[in-house]
């Protein structure tokens, strides 16, 4: 499998004549799996035409700082958060000098400011310049701050000088890209992942659920995909399209999800319970509808059973990852929760924060276990997913802990 799969490139292009090759790399990408959007600096535009590439992306071309059609506004930040790469190419001898410095003056020197998300440099320029002091400079001090490059190649350049300079072909570049998400880190391991919601009917017309849409464990289930893992999702009633190469076990009810729950345990190396199941259910569900009789009624519940602390108390339990979505205390009602359920690793959200609760797009969490935490930082669920299945991938008996 495409090491770029589901991953998310954001191209930058600035203004250089390598910029043609833009076209090509977008391509490259996507035949590596990467869903790409692109950012092109006002040079690159007098290269190469935004029209061009929207339509090789299948992604509108980001241009201006300040984007209206962004939600807020802020579409340097939204571009910044959704990348899991940002990939520069052509890196001008302008563009490298920018970054060194720590400008910030056009939507793609302030989307790399803003981004949390590896940055890769395909410099392109005349020879000369590649070999000024300053250029050379600049690169050292971005090389230190964590960039990666890769090139430039040697050639013949378009401006008839013969040296280093020339950008990178695309498929070398794209083949770099690949090598900065190194995978298969669950590779032969069998993952069982729950996911959204529960019902628990009333009568043939009302239940019981919550506000979970599943997205968060859809992403796991990409992620671990990704690490390649053999991976069934466990799915609640959502609306949410099967991940490719997933095994898929739709259920409604809290019971339902329990016996897929123990069934599938039995033969995974990770169980991890995201899905938000409800605790209770009818004490009995009523066979016709409930008629509206005052003005009030008393419903009678009962417990449901507790899928995630049955499968981590089974003889040869997986590795058993929970989730505890809190309003308060996150990450001691979490810590209370892995001591008393037997967890390996516990996964805190505090859902009274709008951006990160139930439907949000971007998640952040704590990660909780035994004798240790990890903050994760706020991003999109699908970054925040890569980052549990890397977790637990360290923490697992065959390899090294983190």
């Not at 090789?56 to 700082?65: C, I, K, M, Q, R």
């Not at 790469?85 to 001898?93: C, E, F, S």
């Not at 981590?312 to 209370?336: I, K, L």
């Not at 949000?360 to 997913?385: C, F, H, M, P, Y």
């Amino acid at each position: 499998m495409a090491h770029l799969f589901n991953r998310n490139v954001l191209l930058g292009v600035s203004g250089g004549i390598a910029a043609y090759k833009s076209a090509e790399l977008v391509r490259q990408l996507q035949n590596r799996g990467a869903t790409v959007r692109v950012v092109m600096t006002r040079g690159a535009r007098e290269f190469i035409t935004p029209l061009t590439l929207q339509a090789l992306s299948g992604n509108p071309v980001h241009t201006e700082l300040l984007d209206e059609e962004a939600e807020r506004g802020m579409g340097h930040i939204e571009l910044a958060r959704w990348a899991d790469l940002l990939l520069l190419a052509p890196a001008t001898a302008d563009l490298l000098a920018k970054l060194a410095s720590g400008r910030a003056d056009d939507l793609l020197t302030t989307v790399a400011l803003a981004t949390a998300a590896p940055v890769l440099l395909a410099p392109a320029m005349n020879q000369q310049m590649w070999k000024d002091a300053a250029t050379a400079s600049n690169m050292d001090a971005l090389i230190q701050r964590g960039y990666t490059a890769v090139g430039p190649a040697e050639g013949e350049q378009a401006c008839g000088d013969v040296g280093p300079g020339r950008m990178e072909d695309p498929v070398a570049i794209a083949d770099r890209a690949e090598s900065l998400f190194p995978r298969e880190c669950l590779a032969g391991k069998r993952v069982v992942i729950t996911a959204g919601p529960t019902r628990e009917a009333l009568d043939p017309v009302r239940y019981i659920t919550n506000h979970s849409s599943g997205k968060m464990g859809f992403a796991l289930a990409r992620a671990a995909v990704e690490a390649g893992a053999s991976t069934t999702i466990i799915a609640g009633p959502v609306a949410l399209e099967t991940p490719e190469h997933v095994q898929r076990v739709d259920v409604t009810s809290a019971r339902d999800m329990a016996t897929a729950s123990n069934e599938l345990a039995a033969e995974a190396d990770i169980f991890i319970a995201c899905a938000a199941v409800a605790d209770y259910r009818p004490a009995e569900a009523q066979t016709s509808k409930i008629k509206k009789t005052g003005e009030s009624i008393t419903l009678a519940l009962t417990r449901n059973p507790d899928i995630v602390a049955s499968v981590a108390q089974r003889e040869n339990a997986p590795f058993t990852v929970g989730f505890a979505a809190e309003t308060d205390n996150v990450v001691a009602y979490a810590r209370g929760k892995l001591e008393r359920k037997g967890l390996a690793l516990i996964v805190a959200n505090d859902v009274s924060n709008s951006q990160i609760g139930f439907n949000s797009n971007e998640n952040a969490a704590t990660l909780v276990w035994a004798d240790g935490q990890r903050e994760l930082a706020q991003a999109n669920k699908n970054t925040i997913a890569r980052q549990i299945i890397d977790q637990i991938a360290g923490m697992l008996p065959t390899n090294s802990p983190k």
